[in-house]
């Protein structure tokens, strides 16, 4: 599995600059790219290109030589955008019921929530959750999509340094086991050293700059206070 995205173009409706010109990126099966910048810069465009929901005006996306289509890759937005009405374990069912070839059964998702810590709250409502707890289940929702490439906005930045440390490693242990492709966005530059094989810096006049982060997998929270990893995080901050 293969994620390219080549000379990919995209300008806001109204709008004369492209938030993107000229992209090129290409993220490996198994990888886990992050892509940090400034707001505005265009990280969460480039991940609604990838799903779809937004069209390119000019380039390609593809995942092994094949335009990327709706449905194509599993999002998961910024917000955990959990159904208020339905039990945790009717949420991340949800995938199964909107698509017939997805099968997850009601057993499968069961072990999952097991294996996440959730396995007592399969019958209880978000507004019961806390925010790690949330995102937890927002993340197991699109794993269960049974798609390959995973795109995940933001998805510990509303939580507090304890929880957002305890779900960079629930995260890093399920990619690890699973090998699914991850884009990750984050803000956090401690973060995507911490998690991320690659970083993707966006830059405001539209190119990008690649750094390979030569942490050694798997990851230990011992090595937040790495030297390597205090070194990149420093000069990924004067390139920003």
């Given at each position: 599995m293969t994620?390219?995205?080549?000379?990919?173009?995209?300008?806001?409706p109204k709008k004369e600059i492209p938030v993107i010109a000229k992209l090129n990126l290409t993220v490996q099966q198994g990888e886990f790219v992050s892509l940090i910048g400034k707001s505005g810069t265009g990280k969460s465009?480039?991940?609604?290109?990838?799903?779809?929901l937004l069209q390119a005006d000019e380039g390609e996306i593809s995942i092994n030589k094949k335009p990327v289509t709706l449905g194509d890759v599993g999002f998961m937005p910024q917000k955990d955008l959990l159904f208020p009405w339905r039990t945790i374990l009717d949420n991340i069912m949800i995938g199964a019921e909107i698509k017939k070839e997805i099968k997850i059964s009601k057993e499968n998702a069961r072990s999952w929530l097991k294996k996440v810590g959730l396995s007592d709250y399969e019958q209880a409502y978000p507004n019961q959750l806390s925010g790690g707890m949330r995102q937890r289940v927002a993340f197991l929702r699109t794993l269960l999509t049974e798609k390959e490439v995973l795109l995940l906005d933001e998805p510990f930045g509303a939580l507090d340094s304890i929880t957002k440390k305890e779900m960079q490693a629930w995260l890093l242990s399920i990619w690890?086991?699973?090998?699914?492709?991850?884009?990750?966005?984050?803000?956090?530059?401690e973060e995507a050293c911490y998690l991320s094989d690659r970083i993707i810096l966006l830059k405001e006049d539209r190119k990008i700059e690649e750094t390979i982060v030569p942490l050694p997998r798997p990851r230990y929270q011992e090595m937040l206070h790495s030297q390597i990893l205090v070194e990149l995080r420093k000069e990924l901050e004067k390139k920003i």
């Open positions: 994620l390219i995205l080549k000379n990919v173009t995209y300008t806001f465009t480039i991940l609604k290109l990838i799903t779809g690890q086991e699973l090998d699914k492709t991850i884009v990750f966005i984050t803000h956090d530059l």
